[in-house]
């Protein structure tokens, strides 16, 4: 019986696999295992990359995180693909990886990254853990929500206390307004130091 193939493999005649590696009513002329595989004994090894029966479904497809890896990298997540022939569209998504999920498989599962060392608590009880970084609740602030915007107060009185002052504000903010070359003079002083916020202003805190 002839055999053919890198070990002898393949026992049926070479015309017979060979078409068996192409689809189905494809012509002479179209490329074994769609050019991105080696077709032996009439099934296709596809390249790294790529995937199907004919190896028409590329698994770089699947979605990237914002490092650009796919699927958040092989720690992560895997893209599979699958199609029923090369004439159908392929469906490439990412299997994630335990502990992880996600369209890029880039969002952790575990709370571990919204907890203070000090305090074990998610978020300091101040707003919820989404994709390992917290969401602060209105009136906190910082990476684990432990920066309360109104301690001790109403926010509405602070917000009050902000407008009275607020060309004394803009003068120990930034050294703008009406008071800018004399701070000290025209406002009160100053208790407490200035703080970027995540808005990217100032806040001040003096006695009145």
């Known amino acids: 019986m002839l055999r053919f193939g890198r070990q002898c493999q393949c026992t049926q005649g070479n015309a017979e696999n060979v078409d068996k590696c192409r689809p ?56 599979t693909c699958r199609s029923e022939d090369i004439t159908s569209a392929c469906l490439c998504q ?34 919820v853990c989404s994709c390992g970084r917290c969401l602060c609740n209105e009136g906190y602030l910082g990476s684990f929500c432990s920066i309360a915007v109104c301690p001790g107060q109403d926010c509405g009185s602070l917000n009050d206390s902000c407008t009275r002052n607020e060309d004394c504000a803009r003068c120990y903010g930034f050294r703008t307004g009406p008071h800018a070359h004399n701070c000290s003079a025209a406002c009160p002083p100053l208790v407490a130091g200035s703080g970027i916020v995540p808005e990217g202003k100032r806040h001040a805190i003096w006695q009145t």
């Open 24 to 79: 189905r009513n494809a012509t002479a002329d179209t490329s074994l295992c769609n050019g991105r595989g080696e077709c032996s004994c009439g099934h296709c090894t596809c390249r790294e990359n790529f995937d199907g029966e004919f190896c028409q479904c590329n698994r770089q497809a699947c979605s990237r995180d914002n490092n650009g890896h796919i699927c958040g990298g092989n720690e992560r997540g895997e893209c």
């Open 94 to 127: 990412c299997q994630c990886m335990p502990g992880y999920t996600g369209d890029d498989c880039s969002c952790p599962l575990s709370l571990d990254t919204c907890k203070k060392q000090s305090d074990q608590s998610v978020c300091s009880d101040h707003g």
